[in-house]
């Protein structure tokens, strides 16, 4: 089958922007428990006719649980997309939201982490995988802690990037893309002692580090310990995950500060894999909420 030409995506993307503003649009004007229910029936036919999306995160879920029986991973897959689903309804709901009605949704612990991180004077290099509900934790996170800027790919079309970068502008949350200029721009955050965040997962650049994940390679971002390494911005691990009532529960992990010994490509190994190990640590724990529809290693099992 030949390969749909520009025009075709683009057509497609267009398409897609205009149903994802149309559900925005009914998302952020329901109560918050109606826009949920329906956020869920979303979520049964994404399950149904998101085939590939649904194949990849079995497959990761089945290298990330290997003990788990194909019916669990199955179950597990099921609940994600619900998950999944209700995050885009936060995400949707954000445009009319405001800080301080969401605050009290949210606990914090290991709030001492933070400080310890930031007592260095470097900023702070928030890394997660991406899980749980973001758009709420950075929102009350940038109004309580420091401005939070959040460096992520790029989205398609434009005018979707557009909505997300001036919807979490409103929260004061700066996207920051991941390009040259967006590396810049993080680099200046951090001289101004601001909080970095991004999602260490997936490396959509393709230039990361080998590493083990759950036990096999996978190729991991190495930015933050490239700039961890040289700039000595701390590292802090950081999970933000939804609780069975609808609020949210974040976890600080206890920083991690990188000291070069001179053998660079060893140190970009080192830090990465010490990174990793908090992602699984966190995947283990809430695998319903490691929304990962793409493919991260060859084959599963």
């Known amino acids: 089958m030949p390969s749909p030409s520009r025009g075709q995506r683009e057509a497609k993307n267009r398409l897609q922007y205009r149903g994802f503003r149309t559900l925005q649009w009914v998302m952020e004007r329901l ?56 995050a885009y309804c936060d995400l949707m709901r954000m ?16 709030v001492e982490h933070l400080a310890e991180a930031q007592a260095r004077g470097k900023g702070v290099l928030v890394v997660s995988a991406h899980m749980g509900s973001w758009e709420v934790a950075a929102a009350i996170w940038s109004s309580g802690f420091s401005p939070i800027n959040l460096f992520a790919e790029e989205l398609e079309p ?19 893309p991941l390009t040259r200029a967006g590396l810049r721009k993080v680099l200046q955050a951090l001289a101004a002692q601001e909080t970095v965040l991004t999602a260490i997962d997936r490396d959509i650049v393709g230039s990361g580090v080998e590493v083990p994940f759950f036990g096999k390679p996978a190729r991991i971002p190495d930015g933050p310990a490239q700039i961890a390494l040289r700039y000595g911005a701390p590292l802090l691990p950081v999970r933000c995950t ?6 949210y ?16 490509a060893a140190d970009l190994r080192r830090v990465t894999g010490e990174l990793v190990r908090h992602l699984e640590e966190m995947i283990r724990e809430y695998p319903e909420q490691w929304h990962m529809p793409h493919r991260i290693w060859d084959a599963a099992r």
């Open 31 to 86: 109560p918050r428990r109606v826009a949920y229910a329906l956020a869920i029936v979303v979520a049964r036919f994404a399950f149904i006719f998101a085939v590939n999306p649904r194949r990849a995160l079995e497959a990761n879920l089945e290298v990330a649980l290997p003990e788990a029986s194909r019916s669990a991973i199955l179950r597990l897959v099921w609940r994600n997309f619900r998950y999944h689903s209700k």
């Open 95 to 110: 445009p009319r939201a405001r800080v301080e009605e969401l605050k009290p949704l949210m606990r914090i612990d290991g």
């Open 158 to 176: 434009p005018e979707l990037y557009d909505w997300y970068r001036v919807t979490r502008a409103r929260l004061g949350i700066s996207v920051l």
């Open 242 to 247: 939804r609780q069975p009532d609808d609020t």
């Open 249 to 264: 529960l974040t976890v600080v992990y206890p920083p991690v500060f990188a000291e070069p010994t001179g053998d660079r």
